[in-house]
């Protein structure tokens, strides 16, 4: 091979191994990203909500049935769903490239559909980055029993 062919060779091996930078997910845009689909819940903000989820989310109920993004979106802005007191603590996350696996305790106090709830959840959410943007792909929440109530 010809030094031509091997510097080509090299250019175009780099070109399709390396992801650009701006690809890459940081810490910051997912907290940034969390912050924001918190926020949208807690002032009943729908288009908020709706800013920070990938046109393919799904939401994964307690459970295990899948909750789609539009059920979610209309839920976010719903009268049948209030908010009292909401937090997120505990987070830690894996970032991988362009995607993250965030591990956060989640407690809530409201109103759904006329019964009162008191919620402590164990939350997973994906998020992506593509083309720049950051978005929530999936979320899966499940009660943490209290210690009395054994593990079943």
């Not at 070109?15 to 940034?32: G, P, Q």
């Not at 009943?44 to 109920?61: A, G, H, I, R, W």
Request: hydrophobic share 40%.
């Amino acid at each position: 091979m010809t030094m031509k062919r091997i510097l080509i060779a090299l250019i175009l091996l780099n070109l399709i191994s390396c992801k650009r930078k701006d690809e890459l997910l940081t810490e910051a845009e997912v907290l940034a990203c969390i912050a924001a689909f918190d926020k949208g819940w807690e002032n009943k903000d729908p288009k908020l909500v709706d800013s920070v989820l990938s046109e393919k989310y799904m939401y994964y109920t307690q459970s295990g049935n899948p909750f789609n993004r539009e059920n979610l979106i209309a839920t976010a802005g719903s009268d049948v769903y209030t908010l009292q007191t909401m937090k997120r603590e505990s987070l830690t996350m894996q970032i991988d490239g362009d995607a993250a696996v965030v591990n956060t305790i989640w407690s809530g106090k409201g109103v759904y559909h006329g019964e009162a709830f008191d919620d402590r959840q164990r939350c997973s959410i994906t998020i992506v980055k593509h083309k720049g943007i950051v978005k929530i792909l999936a979320e899966h929440c499940t009660s943490i029993k209290s210690a009395n109530a054994g593990i079943n």
